[in-house]
């Protein structure tokens, strides 16, 4: 019991406190760093493998919960389950591919060090995340991976890298409200914020449902943001701004999962109780299917019409976890259902092979330098490596047999079909044959046909080994994966009734595979044959591309409610004027605005005699406030 | 409840700051109005004894270090740019990107 609780802390210590020694080896030697930075990642990733086999052994119950005190009745503590030691031994896998892989991709940046920095604080606070025993350090780690997102995707330090990260953190924050709303109702109820207590809690059955209701609503919001699901998908594009390896490792493989870990957590603890999922069942699980399927088709045809190569794959991971969404909106029976395994097993394939993708879209982009598929094209015989790396990718991710979407794949739609929906199943396998259109649309734009004339100016080379050599292994897990299912599938304790054969056997497959003949006979009239039809529609002025153009208009409306609120500051600031613009202040404000519209304020008085003015009245303020709590405090006058 | 309704004013006055100001300091201390109205409900409204006090010293002290930096960062933007108005800088930096754009 004791060597597994003490890896899973040190599991998410290591990469927290390695992160600070980041800046200090870069001082001296820029090797140093890179390789200290692979070393500690690999640690890492020998770490999380080290929780596996007392899990394998176990129940499936979690292990578990030691626990440091560190405010009165707040302790921080580790929770050791399969669910939490499934994502960390994903996030240590891909934080040491990830690792190796700047190598090549940053190689010759400038501001290595904050990188490395923020990768290594990243990697720990996302393994906090998942293994939290308590609701509170889940909560602040989930805010530590948010900021390491925005930190990481203005690494650029150009205007639209800057506007996109500002973008992310705000659209997160969303969701991060609801989110922490449901922790302070959890808290209240259960007077605890563990997550060993609520299980107590909701088994003791002190709990007001309609209470609980409303939590799961305000959990499955905070998922919505961080996972880019509808209506808050949009950020995920914007995030493309970040390095390639950022993407591969945030918003492909793991950052974006944890609004799929949270869910699945919260599946989890609700099943104790199974009045609470019958409660659950009209109205929470049906939202969460109708949100992950209505995401999954909007991100896929959205994937068809982007130009950037990094925006299908963005798109790509929006569409792939409304799948995830549609498993868990599927276990209508708590944790026991098929729905509930098959999503998470579908979130470990997707990383291999969105991992894959970022991975090759690096290598493509560090090669000829930029992201437009429109300037790539008969790049097979440059990059014959990529080329044939890519061919699995696409395979994988359009679900063929026997790689590991066709697996994790066909168990979701499986899942759904069992809930019965008709409209639900009819989408699923719509948005599976649009994903293997995107796949094969980009798949032709960057290898297939003639070089472009971007190409012939510039010598194109094959990525360099550092940067091959992580995307073979994922390719390799692409492979494999899906045939480990029953592994898998001990590993977390799940009974699934059909065995590996059966995938095959069932009647989605058919269904499914006769879906791709029609779609890959469109793809290849258009792209091998010179068949303009769908180039026409998609070129053309009609409903469909202007919608699609505008990616259904939800940026459009964010940037409404936005010019919006800039009207009223504004017009708050006229009527403060005209209110008070007799004041010194303010006088400033008036005479600059008379004498240049649209431009505000200049200083009259110098900035260093207001600015103390206002540090004073700050800090006065400060210690006012402070002695009031202090003294109400202590003589205990509540409220 | 007057800690609640003191808090809502506090609240009230940091958002209309946010909201009238272009200035980034009076936009920080909006921020920091708000803050502190935040942390006030924390105290005042502890269910368990202790816990919320506790919590006002580490608020308290994370506050202060992040005016701290904050403060540096405003006025190494005043003196880069000349002006610390919110606008004026937007601007400067939105010309500054189009114009690097041109030269690409």
């Not at chain 1, 960057?446 to 012939?456: A, R």
């Not at chain 1, 303010?586 to 008379?594: E, I, P, Q």
């Amino acid at each position: 019991m004791m060597l597994e609780e003490f890896s899973a802390w040190l599991v998410w210590v290591i990469p927290l406190f390695a992160s600070l020694f980041v800046p200090l080896i870069g001082k001296y030697s820029d090797k140093a760093r890179n390789y200290f930075v692979v070393a500690i990642a690999a640690v890492t990733a020998a770490l999380a493998l080290s929780l596996v086999p007392s899990v394998w052994n176990g129940t499936g119950q979690a292990l578990t919960t030691g626990s440091v005190s560190w405010l009165p009745g707040i302790s921080a503590g580790v929770y050791i389950d399969p669910l939490s030691v499934l994502f960390t031994c994903l996030i240590g896998f891909f934080a040491l591919i990830i690792a190796v892989y700047s190598i090549g991709y940053m190689k010759g940046e400038d501001g290595l060090s904050r990188y490395y920095y923020l990768i290594l604080l990243f990697i720990g606070s996302m393994i906090g995340l998942v293994l939290a025993d308590n609701m509170l350090q889940m909560f602040i780690f989930w805010e530590m991976v948010g900021l390491c997102s925005y930190a990481l995707i203005s690494f650029w330090y150009k205007p639209e890298s800057i506007r996109a990260g500002v973008k992310v953190f705000i659209m997160t924050r969303i969701g991060d409200i609801a989110l922490l709303a449901a922790i302070g109702i959890l808290f209240l109820m259960f007077n605890t914020l563990s997550f060993r207590g609520v299980i107590d809690g909701i088994q003791t059955g002190g709990f007001n449902m309609d209470y609980m209701v409303i939590v799961a609503f305000l959990v499955l919001g905070g998922a919505i943001a961080k996972s880019a699901q509808l209506p808050l998908f949009t950020w995920l594009y914007s995030a493309m701004e970040a390095p390639t390896s950022v993407s591969a490792l945030l918003h492909a493989a793991t950052m974006v999962k944890a609004g799929v870990y949270l869910l699945a957590r919260f599946i989890l603890i609700f099943s104790v109780a199974p009045t609470l999922i019958s409660a659950l069942q009209p109205l929470w699980f049906p939202v969460i299917a109708w949100i992950g399927v209505l995401t999954a088709i909007v991100g896929a045809t959205l994937a068809l019409t982007t130009t950037d190569i990094k925006g299908v794959l963005a798109y790509s991971t929006v569409s792939q976890i409304g799948f995830m969404m549609a498993g868990l909106g599927a276990a209508i029976d708590g944790a026991a259902s098929v729905g509930w395994f098959a999503s998470l097993f579908h979130m470990v394939s997707h990383a291999f092979f969105e991992g894959l993708g970022f991975l090759l879209a690096g290598g493509i982009i560090h090669a000829i330098g930029t992201r437009d598929m429109r300037l790539m094209g008969g790049l097979r015989k440059a990059m014959p490596i990529s080329f044939a790396l890519m061919a699995i990718m696409i395979i994988t991710t359009s679900g063929l047999p026997p790689f590991a979407a066709f697996f994790s794949k066909g168990l979701i739609i499986t899942s759904v079909t069992d809930t019965g929906n008709l409209l639900q199943i009819i989408l699923l396998y719509a948005t599976t044959a649009i994903t293997f259109a995107y796949v094969v649309r980009m798949f032709s734009l960057v290898f297939m046909g003639k070089e472009s004339e971007h190409l012939q100016k510039q010598h194109v080379h094959e990525a360099p080994r550092v940067m091959l050599v992580p995307a073979f292994i994922l390719a390799g897990f692409c492979i494999i994966w899906g045939l480990s299912e029953p592994l898998v599938a001990s590993f977390m304790h799940v009974n699934l009734a059909e065995g590996l054969l059966g995938a095959f056997m069932n009647i989605e497959t058919p269904i499914f595979l006769s879906l791709l003949i029609p779609t890959g006979l469109i793809a290849y009239y258009t792209y091998y044959k010179g068949y303009k039809g769908v180039r026409n529609v998609a070129a053309g002025k009609n409903p469909l591309s202007t919608l699609l153009n505008h990616a259904y208009f939800f940026d459009d409306a964010y940037n409404l409610i936005g010019k919006g609120l800039t009207g009223f500051s504004e017009g708050l600031t006229r009527v403060e004027n005209a209110l008070f613009g007799r004041y010194p202040d303010n006088a400033g404000t008036r005479v600059s605005h008379a004498a240049d519209p649209g431009q505000a304020t200049t200083l009259k008085r110098g900035p260093s005699s207001s600015f103390r003015n206002y540090v004073a009245a700050a800090v006065v303020g400060f210690i006012l406030i402070a002695v009031l709590m202090i003294l109400t405090g202590a003589l205990g006058i509540g409220v | 409840m007057d800690f609640v309704i003191l808090s809502l004013v506090m609240l009230g006055i940091g958002v209309y700051g946010l909201l009238t100001n272009r200035q980034l300091l009076k936009v920080f201390i909006s921020i920091e109005l708000i803050a502190t109205a935040a942390t006030l409900n924390f105290v005042m409204l502890a269910t368990s004894q202790g816990l919320g006090q506790a919590f006002l010293i580490l608020a308290f002290s994370t506050d202060t270090a992040v005016s701290g930096v904050i403060l540096a960062l405003l006025v190494i933007v005043s003196k880069k740019y000349g002006t610390s108005d919110m606008g004026k800088i937007i601007q400067m930096l939105q010309d500054k990107g189009t114009s690097e754009d041109e030269v690409q």
